[in-house]
């Protein structure tokens, strides 16, 4: 790993300044979009209380109190199977409403004509939000079905948007491919908050989700590859406090601002922070390096050391002249991007290198278990969470936040391994404990769902700096996108678990996520330890860090059998 130890120099030489400065922000402004395709999907789409008003189908009878509503009816109701709301004859509606008790809350109520034939009049209940996705389009009645797809555009277009934007980013470089994400980001998730047809609005909000998912990963790649390594991991954690920040804003944003296109605006502006970041921000070395763009490799770093005021010695000069002599051709070679044939010979000879064939089947698999782990404590501390969604998503986030930081210098002093493997099996014993716990103890079954939160949280996030730092460069960006849709496998089967294995035992889903968590752990402890390693550019460096690995094994093992002779 000659050379990539020589460009950390050259990385750990240059420091961290003004030259990493756009990298950070543009890498902060993504993360900062994520939560808000995630969670606002979900949030936007949420039940809203409302009462369908149509003729009545039968005289009139006792009088019929709607569960929660506030209001009772001589009329016949008929309880929607989404709510318990009444179907009113709206031709005696003034003497159809009137409050039940005195001590109700007052409801806020919007009258609107739908269209829908069985249900052509409806009031919402607009005293949360004054308009949703449900109240714009009316999805109710025989619309509900709609309403899963606003949620899973998202999911549709980031899987699009992984596979297609790691590939690129691996063959144009880094920065380009990050400019054509931001710019088609820009127009679809703005447009999203104007546009006046629901199917456009879907159409838009997969795009939305592809372009995001795009260009995170090739920027999550340039920082990690622009990063000096003392400050890598750390650089690499503190990105996703961006994520928890807004998840947080975005959860309390949620009380005040009432209007869904008003506040998919306010939290799709970090996206105009990212626009004229694409426009500063340099292409990676060690990407251009691979390509066998040397001068512009050599610039980049001149440029940067001039960026951020350091005067670079000899040496590092002298491996500059070096690297601009490096040809283009000899790049195509390294990296099998030639041809097509010579990209179908160079993806087969990762599965033939035995260190490399390691890193790309393990790696996704941990991902599969512990995408599953932490979206099933999540469901799981829901339900010790308020009615709320908004309350949810606030104690998510500042949670979520809280563990980063604390988990950050754990990550730096520990190394890797250890904190994932500590935190998936901490985390699984806290699961199997809460089976043990009474309900009457609630106060110790949200300890131990908190807790285990807050490991997979760190766990998670750990994960992202482990997979950026065993992936080689020629194929980092596809590495992550690779380990993301294998992820996503396992985020598919949480409602699986949840809804269909736990009726046949009430422990079921808490045993499921907890063998999770243990086969996470074991497929850790195969990978090498990253801590302190220089990122690998090449096969041959995956190749040589295993090599290192086994050789240091082979000596310990030897010392010990020595001391016990």
Known sequence: ???????????????????????????????????????????????????????????????????????????????????????????????????????????????????????????????????????????????????????????????????????????????????????????????????????????????????????FYPCYSLAAETSPPRHRGSTLMLLSLAFFVVMTAFGALGYVVTSWRVLWLICNVPLLIAVPMTMLIDESPRWLIQKGFGAEAAAVLERAALKNGVQLSDGTNSYLEKLKLLSASSGAAATGDGCLCSWISNALSYLRSPAMRLVLVVTPLVWLFQRMVYVGIILSANNFTSNSPFEFVIISGGIGGITVLLTTPVMVKLGRKTIIVGAFLTSTVMLLCDLAVPEEHWWLKWILVLGAFCLSVGAFQVNYV????????????????????????????????????????????????????????????????????????????VEERHNSIKNKDSDKDTKKEKGVV
């Not at 020629?474 to 590495?479: A, E, K, N, S, Y």
Request: proline share 7%; glycine share 8%; aromatic share 8%.
């Open 1 to 215: 790993m000659a050379g990539s130890d020589h460009l950390d120099e050259v990385l750990a030489e240059v420091g961290y300044g003004r030259w990493q400065v756009p990298i950070v922000v543009l890498s902060l402004a993504i993360h900062a979009m994520v939560p808000v395709h995630q969670l606002g999907s979900t949030l936007l789409s949420s039940p809203v209380d409302f009462r369908c008003l149509r003729p009545r189908a039968s005289p009139a009878r006792a009088a019929h109190d709607s569960e929660g509503s506030g209001y009772q009816t001589d009329l016949p109701a008929v309880d929607l199977p989404e709510f318990p709301s009444l179907c009113l004859d709206p031709a005696n509606l003034s003497a159809a409403l009137r409050p039940a008790n005195a001590t109700v809350s007052k409801v806020s109520l919007t009258r609107i004509s739908t269209g829908i034939p069985s249900c052509p009049e409806v009031e919402y209940d607009t005293s949360v939000f004054t308009s949703t996705i449900i109240t714009e389009w009316h999805l109710i009645c025989e619309r509900t079905s709609w309403r899963t797809l606003f949620p899973m555009m998202y999911p549709v277009g980031s899987l699009l948007g992984s596979a297609i934007g790691g590939y690129f980013s691996d063959r144009i470089g880094r920065k380009l491919t990050s400019r054509i994400g931001v710019l088609l980001a820009l127009p679809t998730c703005l447009g999203i908050t104007v546009v006046p047809w629901f199917s456009v609005m879907l159409a838009m909000k997969m795009l939305a989700g592809f372009a995001a998912i795009f260009v």
């Open 466 to 541: 482990f997979a950026a730092e065993l992936m080689p460069t020629v194929i980092r960006t596809r590495g992550f996108t690779l380990c993301n849709l294998v992820g996503c496998i396992g985020e598919a089967l949480v409602p699986i678990v949840t809804e269909v294995v736990s009726r046949y035992a009430w422990w079921a889903s808490s045993v499921c996520f907890g063998i999770a968590g243990i086969l996470a752990s074991v497929l850790v402890t195969l990978l090498p330890e990253t801590k302190g390693s220089s990122l690998p550019e090449s096969i041959a460096d």
